[in-house]
């Protein structure tokens, strides 16, 4: 579906006038709010909400429907589509804007994983590190509802995923250029949490150590990489990242 597009064919839709902000929230688990106050839905309505805020643009009945209730009769499934609508309490029905066959949310809902996925696609694209407010945002971010199973919410629970990754990576590059080293290892360590397996978040961890004139640091990171992917793949690091820190083992060897 692929939640950093904006709502490309919103125009089809009825206009909202101005009114209250909803605030949703997908990173980490589900949360509705109203002007600051919460709003409880039920996990039916929970799950549309959160595949429309998902979507690209609006979606028709019929696809929301079939990919709810993928077991059951076309009649049937729109029929508890229908259910799950109308029973949205007051007054989060606002969020959801109906139009015939479609459906979306209103326009100006505000959504922590658009506003995070923007925020990643602005550092990737960026020369800088963007503000401290933004990557302070995606360092400490988490996975896009965690504790939901929904085979419609893989795909854009790992691009979410991904794209976070390859920002963080692309942090960390750009706070180490400029003498951030602390930041920089902060933001290779988000990575890690999220991917302890990744090689060229490893990687650029050490060349942070060694850029900072940590070569212990540096050593132990490796070892510590080394003993873990030996034991969960069973291969050896890359020679790429052995390089790194082959000259000082040998000076250390040399040393005793």
């Not at 029973?87 to 029905?93: M, N, T």
């Not at 020369?127 to 939901?148: C, S, T, Y």
Request: aromatic letters at 6%; glycine letters at 8%; charged letters at 25%.
């Amino acid at each position: 579906m692929g939640f950093h597009v904006e709502l490309r064919d919103a125009a089809r839709l009825p206009r909202q006038s101005p009114g209250p902000t909803f605030y949703l929230g997908l990173i980490g688990g589900f949360s509705l709010r109203r002007e600051g106050e919460p709003i409880h839905l039920p996990i039916s309505a929970q799950r549309l909400v959160a595949f429309l805020a998902l979507s690209e643009g609006p979606s028709q009945r019929s696809h929301v429907a079939g990919t709810f209730w993928p077991d059951v009769s076309e009649d049937r499934a729109m029929a508890n589509l229908r259910s799950v609508i109308w029973r949205l309490p007051r007054p989060s029905h606002e969020i959801v804007v109906c139009d015939g066959g479609q459906l979306a949310l209103r326009r100006d809902v505000i959504i922590d994983a658009r506003n995070l996925s923007q925020t990643a696609f602005g550092i990737l694209e960026a020369r800088d590190a963007g503000n401290p407010v933004e990557f302070e945002l995606l360092i400490h971010a988490d996975e896009i509802l965690p504790d939901w199973s929904d085979e419609w919410l893989l795909v854009d629970r790992e691009r979410y995923h991904q794209i976070r990754l390859h920002a963080l990576e692309r942090l960390c590059e750009q706070l180490a250029a400029t003498g951030r080293f602390g930041l920089a290892v902060e933001a290779c360590l988000a990575a890690l949490a999220a991917e302890p397996l990744r090689e060229s978040a490893q990687r650029q961890l050490i060349e942070v150590y060694l850029s900072e004139g940590n070569r212990a640091e540096a050593l132990r990171q490796y070892a510590s990489y080394q003993r873990v992917i030996r034991e969960e793949v069973g291969v050896e690091p890359s020679r790429e990242i052995t390089d790194l820190v082959r000259q000082l083992t040998v000076a250390g060897g040399a040393s005793h």
